[in-house]
């Protein structure tokens, strides 16, 4: 049996080697191996292949990826199982005809798409009317603070209960009373200026709020023969809340070379608008400068993770990772390394969701004295934190499959496959213990193993 799996393992050496060189070939190789080959670069070229062109071995192994890890992720191969491929094609869909494209060029072929689609950023023309206000002096060379008059007291209501009751249960970024009895009741007394971390924070909010709001209540943003869009307010070029995001976006760039906990907030709301209105590579870019910064905040920043300013560290550090993971597993996009972090930073605590409950149920988080949450939101707020550290703990088992899958890949591409199987005269076993043990795993994963 073990001599056996030697000789598979050489014969899909040579296959590799032959896959490698297909490129700088003209001609057939005289190796026995040659028809099956052709026929798979005959596969990768024709725009509908039959079933009998997508054999078993040519889904797995297909000869124009060198490095299918670099090319196509995990969650793309699934597109070669020949079951699905085949299913695929003979469904009739639109996409169907991008599926040759896929195979030719990678992953990188679904990145190229989406530049292609948002060449432009989102327009800058809405806002908000405003007039500047005296809330006492000003420091030299800042700019006077601004009132929205626009901007009722009952729509930040309705925004921000929105927004903690839809985005911050899935990223909870914020407390909601630190937010509201702090930075909003400010803003109104003082309005809103350049520099002011605070008042980027609330017009993220209020994006974000109104983009929960009308992406229920509205009507869907196009209708393609007949099918209506999924997005629902607006326009795919102007979604809804983009008045408030511009002018947040309009302040952002006084603060956002900061390290601080609140840029890496103001950050990840970014995040979260661009990828809330279909705008993926915005997302993973803000993603990554919120990572960055989160970095730099606990690598060179004493904190205290017992305290609730610590607590919303926790709470920025794991979304961060959340974020940055979630682009990388699916599209290959190059990591920060946060995620090396992950054995500094504890579990957050939530500390504060019990006062908060509390002060729900006296109504204390309403600034018009009135709160607009039902009993169905308090309660599913009341849990946010356990859907929170779920959501942390699948993360982490993707991880350690993601990691596993690639190991055994990195262990067959970097190695020979002749080490550590005992077929090289001048090779000492106890020095290939990698690759006895990938050819271990090899030989527990065949069927004939698995059967005796």
Request: charge should be negative; include cysteine; charged fraction near 20%.
């Amino acid at each position: 049996k073990d001599k056996t799996m030697v000789h598979i393992l050489d014969a899909l050496n040579r296959l590799e080697n032959k896959f490698d060189n297909l490129s700088m070939t003209s001609g057939g190789s005289p190796d026995g191996s040659t028809p099956s080959t052709g026929s798979s670069s005959m596969s990768m070229t024709t725009p509908k292949p039959s079933q009998n062109a997508i054999p078993p071995p040519t889904s797995e192994y297909p000869p124009t990826f060198r490095k299918p890890y670099q090319h196509l992720t995990v969650p793309h191969k699934i597109i070669l199982w020949p079951g699905i491929y085949i299913h695929l094609l003979n469904s009739g869909i639109p996409a169907a005809s991008d599926l040759q494209y896929v195979l030719e060029e990678g992953t990188h072929w679904f990145i190229r798409r989406e530049m292609a689609k948002h060449p432009e950023p989102l327009p800058s023309k809405l806002g908000l009317p405003c007039f500047a206000i005296n809330a006492g002096p000003h420091e030299h060379g800042r700019a006077a603070n601004v009132a929205f008059p626009t901007l009722t007291i009952q729509q930040i209501q309705e925004y921000s209960d929105a927004y903690f009751n839809t985005f911050n249960v899935l990223y909870p970024l914020l407390n909601r009373e630190a937010f509201m009895n702090g930075i909003v009741s400010r803003l109104l007394r003082e309005g809103y200026g350049d520099g002011d971390t605070g008042s980027v924070l609330a017009l993220m909010v209020f994006a974000l709020g109104k983009v929960a709001v009308e992406g229920v209540l509205h009507r869907p943003a196009s209708v393609v023969n007949g099918q209506p869009s999924g997005f629902r307010g607006g326009t795919i070029e102007e979604p809804p809340g983009l008045e408030f995001f511009n002018e947040a976006r309009r302040r952002h760039g006084f603060v956002m070379t900061q390290c601080t906990l609140e840029n890496v907030q103001i950050n990840l709301l970014q995040a979260t608008y661009y990828e809330a209105t279909a705008r993926h590579l915005d997302f993973w870019r803000s993603t990554v400068s919120a990572s960055m910064a989160c970095q730099v905040l606990i690598r060179c920043q004493p904190i205290d993770w017992s305290t609730a300013e610590g607590d919303l560290v926790k709470r920025a550090y794991w979304t961060c990772v959340l974020s940055e993971d979630l682009y990388h597993l699916d599209l290959d996009l190059p990591q920060t390394g946060i995620h090396t972090m992950e054995d500094e930073v504890p579990m957050p605590y939530f500390q504060q969701v019990q006062e908060q409950q509390e002060e729900d149920q006296t109504g204390g988080s309403s600034i018009s004295g009135s709160s607009t949450v039902g009993a169905g939101a308090n309660e599913e707020r009341s849990h946010f934190q356990y859907h929170f550290l779920a959501m942390i703990a699948l993360r982490r088992l993707i991880a350690r499959i993601h990691n596993v899958i690639h190991e055994c890949e990195r262990a067959m591409q970097s190695e020979p496959l002749w080490q550590g199987l005992g077929s090289s005269p001048n090779q000492e076993p106890e020095d290939s213990t990698t690759g006895t043990l990938a050819h271990q795993k090899l030989t527990a994963s065949t069927p004939q193993a698995a059967g005796e």
